[in-house]
């Protein structure tokens, strides 16, 4: 019996054990593009300082190292409805941000309200409630149907880490005018400033000469 076939059988073998181990490759390969990224806890502290944590923690933890702090999560700031500190019970949840503010600046049961969103800030110059491309509020509704006036988490991040830019700004105004319209008040109160005053005195007409009050004629032999 000739050897021929049994060579044949063995390239066979072999052709099928490279095929298999290629495979084995492709699907290593597919399984390690889609490995799920661990989600992660986002702290901002007032002021602007961020903390990030790898896996859950209790807000009983938190608030033992921050005694005179309020836990807030940041998607849950609405005008109008109280400020929504956790409990000591509850647990932060990873994949979410959270706030660490003065427990000062946020007595139990009051409302939230733009001037309360300005204290957030803990610059010494408030920064505006607006910017340009920048909304700071957004409608949504609620679970009883009703429009709540949502609070842009990013918007608060930007305001509470307003004292940390403000320190890179010189001091021409940048941080309290950020929008053109700003500036331009800006650029004009303080243009007035460095130009001497000259009165300003239209062309009177003969008919309403006799009219002219006692100022507006010193002025106008003044001149």
Same mark, same amino acid.
């Given at each position: 019996?000739?050897?021929?076939?049994?060579?044949?059988?063995?390239?066979?073998?072999? +052709?099928?054990?490279?095929?298999?181990?290629?495979?084995?490759?492709?699907?290593?390969?597919?399984?390690?593009?889609?490995?799920?990224? /661990?989600?992660?806890?986002?702290?901002?502290?007032?002021?602007?300082?961020?903390?990030?944590?790898?896996?859950?923690?209790?807000?009983?933890?938190?608030?033992?190292?921050? /005694?005179?702090?309020?836990?807030?999560?940041?998607?849950?700031?609405?005008?109008?409805?109280?400020?929504?500190?956790?409990? $000591?019970?509850?647990?932060?949840?990873?994949?979410? &941000?959270?706030?660490?503010?003065? $427990?000062?600046?946020?007595?139990?049961?009051?409302?939230? &309200?733009?001037?309360?969103?300005?204290?957030?800030?803990?610059?010494?110059?408030?920064?505006?409630?607006? =910017?340009?491309?920048?909304?700071?509020?957004?409608?949504?509704? =609620?679970?009883?149907?009703?429009?709540?006036?949502?609070?842009?988490?990013?918007?608060?991040?930007?305001?509470?880490?307003?004292?940390?830019?403000?320190?890179?700004?010189?001091?021409? =105004?940048?941080?309290?005018?950020? &929008?053109?319209?700003?500036?331009?008040?800006?650029?004009?109160?303080?243009? &007035?400033?460095?130009?001497?005053?000259?009165?300003?005195?239209?062309?009177?007409?003969?008919? +309403?000469?006799?009219?002219?009050?006692?100022?507006?004629?010193?002025?106008?032999?003044?001149?």
């Amino acid at each position: 019996m000739s050897s021929k076939p049994m060579k044949q059988d063995r390239k066979k073998e072999r +052709k099928k054990q490279k095929i298999y181990t290629m495979g084995n490759i492709v699907t290593l390969c597919i399984s390690f593009q889609h490995t799920p990224q /661990p989600k992660i806890i986002r702290l901002v502290f007032w002021g602007g300082a961020t903390q990030l944590l790898r896996e859950s923690c209790p807000a009983a933890e938190l608030l033992a190292r921050h /005694p005179d702090s309020i836990v807030c999560h940041a998607d849950s700031f609405y005008v109008g409805r109280p400020v929504p500190a956790l409990a $000591i019970e509850d647990v932060l949840v990873a994949g979410n &941000t959270y706030l660490v503010l003065p $427990i000062d600046l946020f007595p139990p049961c009051r409302n939230l &309200t733009t001037a309360s969103l300005a204290s957030l800030s803990s610059a010494k110059d408030k920064p505006p409630l607006s =910017g340009p491309g920048e909304l700071p509020f957004e409608y949504v509704k =609620g679970s009883d149907g009703k429009l709540l006036i949502k609070v842009v988490p990013e918007f608060i991040i930007r305001v509470m880490s307003a004292a940390a830019a403000a320190a890179e700004d010189d001091k021409s =105004g940048s941080t309290l005018c950020t &929008t053109p319209e700003l500036r331009k008040h800006y650029a004009q109160l303080v243009g &007035t400033r460095d130009r001497p005053w000259s009165p300003k005195l239209d062309t009177i007409s003969e008919k +309403k000469k006799a009219r002219r009050s006692p100022v507006a004629a010193r002025l106008f032999d003044w001149r």
